[in-house]
Nanobody
Framework: QVQLVESGGGLVQAGGSLRLSCAAS????????IAWYRQPPGKQRELVAS???????NYDDSVKGRFTISRDNAKNTVYLQMNSLKPDDTAVYYC??????????WGQGTQVTVSS
């Protein structure tokens, strides 16, 4: 079964930076699209960014210009570099992928807290 493990969350002041990692296993990583989602307190989970196997990326308007998604196929890892963090970025961040049968797999999440 596909496994995704997020890391890199923490507490940071507004304006600061964090880099999240999503390590994948038991998946054909190089041909898999990976996405980062987040779930703010009391709100629904929302898409933040995604990256295709060829490296093309998409971002939610709320993070464009501040967040960068990237992938290292040699390490089976996707990163989310988050700069100029705002209190509104506070959330649990999850990575997600699909297997070849289109079943979704989620990581356990990592908490990001941005203080004002």
């Amino acid at each position: 079964q596909v496994q995704l493990v997020e890391s890199g969350g923490g507490l940071v002041q507004a304006g600061g930076s964090l880099r999240l990692s999503c390590a994948a296993s038991r998946i054909m990583f190089s041909i898999s699209a990976i996405a980062w989602y987040r779930q703010p307190p009391g709100k629904q989970r929302e898409l933040v960014a995604s990256i295709a196997p060829d490296g093309r990326s998409n971002y939610d308007d709320s993070v464009k210009g501040r967040f960068t998604i990237s992938r290292d196929n040699a390490k089976n890892t996707v990163y989310l570099q988050m700069n100029s963090l705002k209190p509104d970025d506070t959330a649990v961040y999850y990575c997600k992928t699909k297997d070849w049968t289109a079943v979704d797999y989620w990581g356990q999440g990592t908490q990001v807290t941005v203080s004002s």
